[in-house]
């Protein structure tokens, strides 16, 4: 059973285009969060929920909007995208909000290429 | 201006030896985490550290934190082609709700 998942693996789409991706953990976690990671691996994070209550939000441009249905589900809509939304998006869960060393499971990720 | 500073950022060593990567920081943090990432694949927790100077081994790895908590290093022994990959040191610091990741080290382990 995958741990944490998400779909779709590979997303090619235009500039101006909305999509959106979705996470699924089933570890029973509380915690989920979305990262970025750039060209060059570096890994940022985005947002953070806990119980499907935003906790973190990084200065994430509004056109990015997580949604959580439920502790299990956080999903990414994007809006009007743009060339420098080219990255790959990883989900990721964890038992805690990272107090003192929580781990975190991350997803396979989804490389989303705007062209 | 990167908080966790990995170096080096990329390094390709034949198998059998062994080599060491440093995460360095002006900042405390309360815990430390190794994570190995490979292609395609999302990145996979390796060990957590969180006292100074604590020491942790995992088969052919040793995992470090300085005692003053701001920075760590990765040692491996006799490098194998199967430790391939990419390792990001990630911290979090004393009351945050996140982790900050380093940039990464790209190991390469030619057989």
């Known amino acids: 059973d995958t741990a944490v998942s998400q779909t779709p693996k590979y997303l090619v789409t235009q500039m101006g285009n909305d999509k959106s991706i979705k996470c699924e953990q089933n570890?029973?976690?509380?915690?989920m969060y979305w990262y970025k990671q750039d060209s060059k691996k570096f890994l940022k994070i985005m947002f953070s929920?806990?119980?499907?209550?935003?906790?973190i939000n990084e200065t994430v441009p509004n056109r990015f909007s997580p949604k959580s249905p439920d502790k299990a589900h956080l999903n990414l809509h994007i809006n009007s995208l743009e060339l420098g939304d080219s990255a790959v998006y990883f989900c990721?869960?964890?038992?805690?909000?990272?107090?003192?060393?929580?781990?975190?499971?991350f997803g396979p990720g989804t490389r989303l290429t705007v062209t | 201006t990167q908080l966790l500073e990995q170096s080096p950022q990329f390094l390709s060593i034949q198998e059998g030896e062994n080599l060491t990567v440093y995460c360095n920081s002006s900042?405390?943090?309360?815990?430390l985490q190794w994570y190995r990432q490979e292609p395609g694949e999302g990145p996979v927790l390796l060990v957590t550290?969180?006292?100074?100077?604590e020491v942790k081994k995992l088969k052919r790895l040793t995992f470090q934190f300085g005692d003053a908590r701001k920075d760590s290093s990765l040692h491996i022994t006799a490098a194998q082609p199967g430790d391939t990959g990419l390792y990001l040191c990630?911290?979090?610091?004393?009351?945050?709700?996140?982790?900050?990741f380093g940039q990464g080290t790209r190991l390469t382990i030619n057989p």
């Open positions: 990721a869960s964890s038992q805690v909000i990272l107090a003192g060393g929580g781990e975190q499971y």
């Open positions: 929920y806990n119980n499907k209550e935003l906790i």
């Open positions: 550290v969180v006292t100074g100077g």
């Open positions: 900042s405390v943090f309360s815990s």
């Open positions: 990630a911290g979090a610091r004393q009351g945050a709700q996140k982790l900050v």
């Open positions: 570890l029973g976690h509380d915690t």
